[in-house]
């Protein structure tokens, strides 16, 4: 499936340069806000808040609802959600990805420890002459504990993904 591009024009260049309305942008993600909610949040004097939110409706980041009620809300579109989400939904993929190869790579590490072990879970260990009678090593890809150092180097590596993927998205919930 190809990946929707975004094309972005000189006026939403100038309305993503100021941090504050990047903020709102960010806040809205979670939900859609009035502007006495936003004004709250951002700590600032509505006609700021006001002024900024205008800029964003005008290049089509936001959008105004107003269903003839006490409260008019506002709500990131398409195009502003895609700009904003788009790098945090690709670092969800690689985290779930990567839980999914550690508890793979731990499971299989398991399974062969407790073969080493010989605890009868599964067929019980090869003797070191028998794999060279083999033609086979037991060396340098297996540690002392007959578990091979590659298993174990992706664990750690999966391990190290997973652990800087919750560390952008916490850092990004900021």
């Not at 006026?11 to 004004?39: G, N």
């Not at 298993?151 to 750690?156: D, M, R, S, Y």
Request: with cysteine; net charge positive.
């Amino acid at each position: 499936m190809p990946e929707d591009k975004i094309m972005l024009d000189k006026k939403t260049f100038r309305a993503l340069a100021v941090d504050t309305r990047v903020k709102i942008l960010k806040s809205l993600i979670k939900r859609r806000k009035t502007l006495s909610e936003l004004k709250s949040e951002l700590e600032m004097s509505p006609s700021s808040v006001k002024e900024h939110l205008d800029i964003l409706l005008k290049v089509n980041l936001i959008k105004k609802i107003d269903d003839e009620h006490k409260w008019k809300y506002y709500e990131i579109t398409r195009k502003g959600r895609s700009i904003l989400g788009s790098k945090e939904t690709k670092v969800w993929i690689v985290l779930a990805l990567a839980i999914v190869a550690a508890v793979g790579l731990a499971y299989k590490i398991f399974l062969r420890s407790m073969i080493t072990l010989g605890t009868g879970l599964a067929r019980a260990p090869v003797s070191a002459e028998k794999v060279q009678e083999a033609g086979g090593t037991l060396g340098a890809e297996t540690t002392a504990s007959g578990l091979p150092w590659i298993q174990i180097i992706f664990l750690a590596a999966t391990v190290a993904i997973a652990c800087i993927c919750i560390y952008h998205l916490w850092k990004r919930r900021k």
